[in-house]
């Protein structure tokens, strides 16, 4: 019986245009929807891997945004076009995506 080892969470926040920068405007529905074919397409990964839209996770200026447990690692400024790197390093390699990593993300969302 498969379970979840690991969580990928995308931030998917959205904001009005003049306000602070968020994922969503930078493109985390792309990202979202790229990690999912991704992961979809390693079948020793179903039931495995997660993938969950969520709200605004802190460092927005850095973002798009996204995190996975239960390693804790966050990736910034992730584009739809790194998704299959991080599946194959990442999830099945065990070796996060060291020119994506952000390490000290400020809490600062309002
Ligand atoms: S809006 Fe994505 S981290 Fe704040």
């Known amino acids: 019986m498969s ?3 690991r969580h990928l969470f995308v931030c998917r926040n959205e904001r009005p ?4 920068p968020s994922c969503s405007a930078r493109g985390s529905a792309e990202i979202f929807a790229a990690l999912q074919k991704a992961i979809g ?8 891997v997660a993938v ?13 945004m996204l995190v996975i ?7 910034r400024a992730v584009r739809p076009e790194d998704a299959a790197e991080i599946v194959e390093s990442h999830l ?8 994506l990593r952000h390490d ?3 809490q600062d969302e309002d």
């Open 92 to 99: 099945l390699g065990g070796r996060p995506v060291e020119r």
């Open 3 to 5: 379970r979840i080892t």
């Open 69 to 75: 447990y239960p390693e804790g690692i966050w990736y």
């Open 41 to 48: 397409g390693r079948q020793e990964l179903w039931g495995q």
């Open 17 to 20: 245009v003049e306000g602070r």
């Open 104 to 106: 000290t993300p400020d």
């Open 52 to 64: 969950t839209p969520c709200g605004c996770l802190g460092p927005c200026f850095d973002g798009p």
